[in-house]
């Protein structure tokens, strides 16, 4: 028998500036740290994760971009305090879907986020003025054609289903496979509740047609339910 009442998720009014680590991202992305070296490596939505500012020391070639780049320092700082207060609530108020296996525990977690948030910062002005960080957003980028040998784009995609419809969804994998001369990876493939997007199907055969080819693959990282797949777009 079904349950009268939806499953628990997370309640986000809008896409939250929260982000992960270097090494966050090889878990729940599902590549190797020594994949990047050489590569030209875009990380799409990327808020105030350290992705970008630690790649350089592995040997990549990264740009971010964020609706939000070309703000301030101290704007993007006031963002971080807000967003990461609230999503520490809601995680908080949720912690039954938590599931530790990434991260010990709660504390754990909102170290290595805050510690994510910190180094963006200390990044952020010079590698804004050098072209690391770039403003846009999905379904459009100002990148050019297959700009991009590896493109990231975390905790966007499926999981705020809810606020983005298909056609947005459909337009933004084709503009990521657009940019990117290899691989697309998007994770995780689920929404706030962690239950599986309810489109899925229709967006791979959409996709195929337009000869992308987009398959789901299994990760070794889970924060809550349904995080432990991440898809990857080839086209």
Same mark, same amino acid.
């Given at each position: 028998m079904s349950s009268l009442f939806p499953p628990p998720s997370l309640q986000l009014p809008s896409v939250a500036f929260f982000g992960r680590t270097f090494d966050e991202y090889c878990q729940c992305l599902g590549f190797n740290r020594s994949a990047v070296r050489g590569c030209r490596v875009l990380d799409v939505a990327a808020g105030p994760s350290s992705f970008t500012a630690e790649a350089r020391g592995h040997g990549a070639i990264p740009v971010a971009v964020d609706p939000l780049y070309g703000f301030k320092p101290q704007a993007l700082a006031t963002y971080v305090q807000l967003d990461y207060d609230r999503m520490f609530r809601e995680m908080r108020r949720l912690e039954s879907l938590l599931t530790y296996q990434y991260f010990p525990s709660f504390a754990a977690a909102e170290a290595s986020r805050r510690s994510a948030a910190a180094r963006f910062l200390a990044d952020y002005a010079d590698g804004f003025v050098?072209?690391?960080?770039? %403003?846009?957003? =999905?379904?459009?980028?100002?990148?050019?054609?297959? %700009?991009?040998? =590896?493109?990231?784009?975390?905790?966007l995609l499926f999981l705020y289903a809810a606020r983005f419809d298909y056609v947005w969804h459909l337009a933004a994998c084709r503009e990521l496979v657009r940019v990117t001369a290899g691989e697309v990876r998007i994770h995780p493939v689920c929404g706030l509740g962690g239950q599986p997007y309810p489109e899925l199907a229709r967006l791979q055969a959409d996709l195929r047609a337009m000869g992308i080819a987009a398959q789901v693959i299994q990760v070794d990282y889970k924060f809550f339910a349904g995080t432990d797949t991440t898809m990857v777009l080839t086209g």
């Open positions: 050098q072209g690391r960080y770039v %403003g846009g957003a =999905l379904p459009r980028l100002p990148f050019p054609d297959k %700009g991009f040998d =590896l493109t990231l784009c975390a905790h």
